[in-house]
């Protein structure tokens, strides 16, 4: 199936843990984003990379690091987990140069205990 | 700051009615517009879109209505059905990135 695939779904962890959420898309596009969804469902925009370069970083802590080893993949790693980053986290891609046809991935519920 | 959205956090409609889900944005810059819908447990998925020279665009049971003087979207549904409860958010294209509402959750009742 052509989507855009993030694992864990779920992922539960203790504050002052690293952890990771991989996130890949079989789209053939070439610009991939990190987006959080807080309690309310209030969306943001996190990061967003094309072909493996930084083009968007919105203010997020430092403690977010996210990786582009290709144009495929987009991970997010966090460090020193808060209990303030429990949220679901989606990563979504698209075609740089059309507006068309963000797809979504089916989120990455993080609780931070 | 930038900003897209309403705090109508809920809209309960019966079976068969037709839904309104409305929106406001501040970029008046903006040259394209999104709803989408988001499902429990699921990521948003794309319903319709908007560009600014545009006042109306029709899908299937779908409309979006985009009022640039007001800086007013609106998604009607119509004969809402019960796969059509979910959360709605409606999206501004802003550059490289989305920027989305605070998003309506339409609860449909037989």
């Known amino acids: 199936d052509t989507a855009v695939s993030q694992t864990p779904k779920y992922l539960v962890t203790q504050m002052g843990n690293d952890k990771s959420i991989k996130c890949e898309q079989n789209l053939g596009h070439d610009t991939m984003y990190w987006y959080k969804q807080d309690s309310k469902k209030f969306l943001k925009i996190m990061f967003s990379y094309n072909n493996k370069e930084l083009i968007i970083n919105e203010t997020v802590p430092n403690r977010f690091s996210p990786k582009s080893p290709d144009k495929a993949h987009l991970n997010l790693h966090i460090n020193s987990l808060e209990l303030g980053d429990s949220a679901v986290y989606f990563c979504?891609?698209?075609?740089?140069?059309?507006?068309?046809?963000?797809?979504f991935g089916s989120g990455t519920r993080l609780t931070v205990v | 700051g930038e900003s897209v959205g309403l705090h109508l956090p809920t809209l309960s409609v019966q079976e068969g009615d037709n839904s309104i889900i409305n929106c406001a944005y501040s970029?008046?810059?903006?040259?394209?517009f999104i709803w989408y819908k988001q499902e429990s447990g699921k990521g948003p998925q794309f319903i319709i879109d908007i560009r600014s020279n545009m006042d109306k665009r029709q899908g299937q049971r779908v409309t979006v209505l985009l009022n640039k003087t007001v800086k007013h979207l609106s998604l009607q549904i119509a004969a809402t059905q019960p796969g059509d409860s979910a959360v709605y958010f409606c999206a501004e294209v802003n550059t490289d990135k989305l920027i989305f509402g605070t998003g309506t959750r339409l609860q449909v009742f037989p």
């Open positions: 970029n008046s810059a903006s040259d394209y």
């Open positions: 979504a891609s698209r075609f740089y140069y059309s507006n068309y046809g963000y797809t």
